[in-house]
């Protein structure tokens, strides 16, 4: 296949092994500052996804919770093909820090409550959404952090 502008269009989704979190992409901008993109993946690609009210429910309250323990964060958001997210950090890459933080995030939001901004005013569908599932894909997640660091099966 041609080479292409997108950094995840030429990782062969078939060779990965999900869950993981590996650097999709680092930036560096012309005042000096970087810019790092994770790849946060809970599913096999092709193979399994998410629901769209927990993909919902899990970008909101980890948007909202990762601020808690990080400064540099940038955006989180959800892949459309419902198998992970992406994280932007205002840093150098460093994916064992960013395991922590996405576990620790992972935990505020197993915590939770309730679904931040999960309403009309805050949000452009705000029906949509599922503290529960969003808490059982987060759990299951949690549960093989081990191998995390591990993107592509030994
Ligand atoms: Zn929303």
């Not at 599913?43 to 399994?48: E, T, Y």
């Not at 892949?79 to 996405?102: H, K, R």
């Amino acid at each position: 296949m041609p080479s292409m502008n997108v950094e995840s269009f030429n990782l062969d989704h078939r060779t990965v092994s999900a869950p993981y979190v590996r650097v999709a992409d680092v930036k560096q901008l012309p005042l000096g500052d970087v810019l790092t993109k994770y790849d946060v993946r809970f599913c096999q690609p092709n193979k399994d996804h998410l629901e769209m009210p927990a993909v919902h429910s899990i970008e909101h309250t980890f948007a909202e919770c990762v601020r808690d323990h990080s400064d540099d964060v940038v955006d989180f958001s959800p892949m459309g093909c419902q198998t992970g997210f992406y994280l932007l950090i205002a840093a150098q890459p460093d994916v064992p820090a960013t395991i922590e933080l996405v576990a620790q995030t992972f935990q505020d939001i197993l915590e939770a409550t309730e679904v931040p901004a999960a309403n009309e005013v805050q949000c452009g569908w705000g029906a949509n959404h599922s503290l529960e599932a969003a808490q059982t894909a987060v759990k299951a997640m949690l549960a093989q952090k081990n191998t995390w660091d591990q993107v592509v099966a030994p």
